[in-house]
C-alpha cells in the first residue's frame, strides 16, 4: 500500500475492499496495480479524503456533469477514491454497481463504495480500460522512462480530465509509483507462481477467446455456403 502514500490506518480500513476490487475489475498485474494504487492516492490525499473537500458550488449548471437540476452541484460533488463528480456520473455508478447513489449520494464517501466506483471508473472508462494503459508500463522501470512517462501521463489524463494536469499533480503521482515500486516487485518475487498464475491465467483466456472466434466464424462459413 506504500503505493497510495496512506497511513498505516487508512491503509488497513481500505484494504478489504481494494484486495476485492482489484480482483473483481481484472487489475491484476504489478503494472496495473501500481498505477491504480498510485493513482487513487494522489485523488484521495493518501486514501485520507473521500469527499471533495470544496463545497462543490462551483459544479453548479454544469450540463457536462449532467448538472441539470437546482443544487446538483453541491448534492453531486467529488466523492469517492477518485473522485465521481455531477449527476451523470453518480447515475452511471448507480446503473453499473446496483445502488441508489442519486438518492444518497453520500454512500459514495464509505470505504467500499468509494474503491469500487474508483476501480469501475477505471476498468469501463468511456475511452477505454485505463489497465490496457497501464500494460505498456513496465515496473521494472523508472517512471521517467520514456514509454512509462507517456502511459502515465496518459491516464493522469484521463483521470484528471485537464488535457494538461497541473504539474504538482503528476509530480505527486509519479512519486507515488515510484515509492510503490520496490514493493510490488519484491511481492513479486516473494510470490513467483501467484505471478505466473496470472501470466498463465491471461494466456488462457486469449487463446480461448481466439478459439471461439475462429469457430464462430467457421460455423457462419459453413452457413452462407
Known amino acids: 500500500m506504500k503505493a497510495t502514500g496512506a497511513t498505516p490506518q487508512n491503509a488497513a480500513k481500505f484494504l478489504p475492499s481494494i484486495n ?17 494504487l498510485a493513482q487513487i492516492g494522489q485523488e484521495s490525499g493518501g486514501l485520507r479524503y473521500t469527499e471533495e473537500i470544496a463545497s462543490g458550488s462551483a459544479y453548479e449548471g454544469r450540463g457536462d ?46 470505504p467500499k463504495w468509494a474503491i469500487d466506483t474508483a476501480a469501475y471508473f477505471w476498468s469501463h472508462h468511456p475511452k477505454g480500460d485505463l489497465s490496457k494503459i497501464a500494460d505498456t508500463m513496465d515496473i521494472k522501470k523508472s517512471i521517467t522512462d520514456p514509454q512509462n512517462d507517456t502511459a502515465y501521463r496518459l491516464i493522469t489524463k484521463r483521470i484528471n480530465g485537464a488535457e494538461d494536469a497541473p504539474q504538482t499533480h503528476l509530480n505527486v503521482r509519479q512519486n507515488l509509483w515510484t515509492q510503490g515500486q520496490d514493493s510490488v516487485i519484491k511481492w513479486v518475487k516473494k510470490h513467483p507462481l ?26 457462419i462459413i459453413t452457413t452462407l455456403s
Do not use: C
Open 20 to 36: 476485492s476490487a482489484l480482483s473483481k475489475y481484472g487489475i491484476n498485474t504489478p503494472e496495473r496495480v501500481l498505477a491504480f
Open 65 to 110: 456533469l449532467g448538472n441539470t437540476q437546482t443544487g446538483d452541484g453541491v448534492r453531486f460533488k467529488g466523492r469517492g477514491l477518485i473522485g465521481i463528480t455531477g449527476r451523470a456520473n453518480y447515475k452511471w455508478m448507480s446503473n453499473a454497481l446496483g445502488e441508489d447513489f442519486i438518492s444518497h449520494p453520500e454512500l459514495i464517501s464509505q
Open 194 to 219: 501467484r505471478t505466473m498464475a496470472v501470466g498463465i491465467f491471461l494466456i488462457i483466456g486469449i487463446v480461448a477467446t481466439i478459439y471461439l472466434l475462429m469457430r464462430n466464424k467457421n460455423k
